[in-house]
């Protein structure tokens, strides 16, 4: 079975069958991610940029940084690495909106059960929980998502005026299996993928909490946008396979509550499992370049 699994005939049905069968996506959307995962993915966002006539943001000029950011520096980053993260915000903003998110119901495990945070207990077997679209609800998530220098930084990397197309929090806890020992979580929850939301886009994430290194902080691996056949085929490596290939540029992205970065997440990453009770809460903000 393994070996039909490694098979690439194999894995060229799982691509069309995985992506043409996603119920919750459109046939353009179904297409683009197809395509994406291909070499022409350079080359057709190149040819759709000339269609590309989105409306400008309207911004906010209000200073929402704890620290003086270079706007060139962000951007450099990005395009040598894929990632900028060079960006605190401010303590009072990220403390209004962990206030009015704690008032919501979270989405848990990838089911259709919700839960307030503050319900959640011990060992209880809750190891995600996500709420959609928070912006469209508070306020101040707008303050960052429409700040008017994030919103240059994401606007040269992509070449066109972004769209925001979609917000996330996501709280992420240990999980524990049927005898009380610390595991992984089912469906890969952790590892190491590529995402493919557009021919070109970015993800803004903001740590809500602290996060060190038992928190389950994210992991980035820099300069892995060119793939190879197989990967094309496959989203997803072992933590093994990253190793080997990526070793030295396997970057882990610890900070305080409000640690800000910025990436391009068609290149590989990955969230960790984490070790310690209270987790770790993550704002994660989608830039696209189109709508599919």
């Known amino acids: 079975m393994k070996l039909i699994q490694s098979s690439y005939t194999y894995k060229i049905i799982k691509l069309f069958y995985g992506e043409l069968l996603h119920k919750d996506n459109t046939l353009s959307q179904k297409l683009m991610r197809i395509f994406s995962r ?4 350079p080359f057709l966002f190149k040819l759709i940029h000339f269609f590309i006539n989105n ?19 962000s951007i450099n980053d990005l395009n040598s690495s894929g990632i900028c ?30 839960l307030n945070i503050s319900e959640k207990k011990d060992n209880d077997g809750i190891y995600i ?9 508070i306020k101040q998530i707008n303050k960052i998502i429409f700040n008017k220098e994030i919103i240059e930084i994401v606007r040269s990397y992509l070449k066109c005026e972004p769209i925001v197309l979609s917000s996330q929090i996501w709280w992420s806890f240990p999980y524990y299996d049927e005898a009380d020992k610390h595991s992984n979580p089912p469906n890969n929850e952790y590892g190491f993928h590529y995402d493919v939301d557009d021919f070109k886009f ?3 994430f903001i740590y809500l909490s602290d996060v060190g290194n038992l928190n389950g902080p994210h992991i980035y691996i820099k300069n892995s946008g060119d793939k190879s056949f197989i990967e094309y085929l496959d989203r997803r490596i072992t933590d093994e396979e990253a190793n080997i290939k990526y070793k030295d540029k396997i970057m882990k992205i610890t900070g305080k509550s409000g640690s800000c970065f910025i ?3 068609s290149f590989y990453h990955k969230g960790t499992n984490p070790l310690i009770k209270n987790g770790r809460c993550i704002l994660q903000i989608l830039y696209v370049s189109k709508k599919w």
Do not use: G, M, W
């Open 38 to 41: 291909t070499p022409l993915r």
């Open 85 to 114: 993260n060079n960006i605190q915000i401010k303590k009072s903003l990220i403390d209004e909106i962990k206030t009015a998110s704690s008032k919501k119901l979270f989405k848990i495990n990838r089911t259709n059960n919700y």
């Open 202 to 204: 970015l993800k803004l």
């Open 55 to 73: 409306k400008k943001n309207e911004v906010y000029s209000e200073n929402i940084f704890e620290n003086k950011i270079s706007i060139d520096q």
């Open 129 to 137: 929980a996500r709420l959609k679209n928070p912006h469209k609800e």
């Open 263 to 265: 990436e391009d997440t």
